[in-house]
Every structure is written in C-alpha cells, then in structure tokens.
C-alpha cells in the first residue's frame, strides 16, 4: 500500500487497521502489509468512490 507521505502521522494506525480488516474477512490467508513509495501517491489515484467521499 502506499501512504500519502513518508511522514504520514497516521501511517501506523492506517496499516494496523488495514492488516486487521484483512485478517478478519480472510481468516484462512497470511496477511502481510507491505509500504511502496513507487509510483508515489496523489490525488489522481482517488476512485470515482474516494472522489465523492472527499468532496473532489
């Protein structure tokens, strides 16, 4: 997954919910999370779904 920046002050609390919800909806997987900073993260990436709920 890819976070808005390096220095995203919820960057833990975002990955430990995401590992969760995994983890809950796919009992029977491993889940792992990993960071990427390639191609880095803007507002281009929205879904039409992200777009609407951010008033985009």
Do not use: K
Not at 23 to 48: H, K, M
């Amino acid at each position: 997954m890819t976070l808005t920046s390096a220095d995203c002050p919820l960057g833990d609390v975002i990955m430990e919910e995401a590992y969760h919800l995994l983890a809950s909806n796919f009992p029977a997987c491993e889940v792992g999370i990993n960071l990427i900073w390639e191609p880095a993260w803007s507002l281009d990436r929205l879904t039409a779904a992200g777009r609407e709920a951010s008033g985009r």
